[in-house]
């Protein structure tokens, strides 16, 4: 089974703080995506990685940065927490994120989230 | 940026009823919709997802539509179960690339008995 792990379930900050939040997966995964999940909004991509040190930004980039420098591991940056941040945090991974091939290799796979409450 | 609508935001259901969710999108490159569920205190997980080359897709008591003339793709569940209580996602991909897909606004279920 893919395994992907998002180091805090729980995390409470404070404005202006600086804040990493970390994922890994076990399934030597290409691609690897970090959302924010809040209520009446779904999923929004923030950040997604196609390979190491490579990172493009999604629909919400701002105020926040990536880090992937090893295949596994996937890491987001609130470089000064505010409260507007507060939310749930979702890391995903998949093989492969070309929706030209239509086959599971595109399955995203996610962690069970970081719930973030910046104070 | 791709927009897809999702509906109704919330839905109860009777136990053996149908539940039904929509979604409608702009534009897609490609006619790739895939469904998640997520249960309160996991990440979502897929579900069931639709091809191009079919307009109805059924796995177990999980079926999928796809109206492409519309730009709207369906989840019914038959024989609704309590344990189907979650949060259902849909998805499309972009229309400007084929890498990324945007997720609906989510649609939370509950099946009572």
């Known amino acids: 089974d893919v395994k992907v792990t998002q180091s805090s379930r729980y995390l409470v900050k404070r404005t202006g703080e600086k804040v990493f939040l970390e994922c890994v997966q076990d399934?030597?995964?290409?691609?690897m995506f970090w959302y924010r999940q809040d209520p009446g909004l779904g999923l929004r991509l923030i950040y997604f990685s196609y390979d190491v040190k490579m990172k493009e930004k999604g629909d919400i980039p701002e105020g926040y940065s990536v880090s992937r420098e090893k295949k596994e591991r996937f890491s987001l940056i609130l470089e000064s927490a505010s409260t507007n941040q507060t939310s749930m945090y979702l890391c995903?991974?998949?093989?492969?994120?070309?929706?030209?091939?239509?086959?599971?290799?595109?399955?995203?796979?996610f962690g069970a989230g970081t719930r973030l409450s910046v104070l | 940026q791709q927009q897809v609508k999702q509906s109704p935001q919330s839905l109860i259901v009777q136990k053996g009823g149908i539940s039904i969710i929509n979604c409608a999108y702009e534009?897609?490159?490609?006619?790739?919709f895939p469904w998640y569920q997520q249960f309160p205190g996991k990440g979502p997980a897929l579900l069931i997802a639709i091809r191009p080359d079919v307009s109805e897709k059924k796995e177990g008591r999980f079926t999928i539509s796809f109206n492409k003339s519309a730009k709207q793709f369906s989840l019914h569940i038959m024989d609704s179960q309590p344990g189907d209580s979650a949060t259902y996602f849909c998805?499309?991909?972009?229309?400007?690339?084929?890498?990324?897909?945007?997720f609906g606004t989510g649609t939370k279920l509950q099946v009572i008995p």
């Open positions: 534009n897609t490159a490609f006619d790739y």
């Open positions: 998805a499309a991909p972009g229309a400007g690339g084929y890498q990324k897909v945007t």
């Open positions: 995903a991974s998949s093989l492969l994120s070309d929706f030209r091939d239509y086959t599971a290799k595109n399955i995203q796979y």
């Open positions: 399934m030597d995964h290409e691609n």
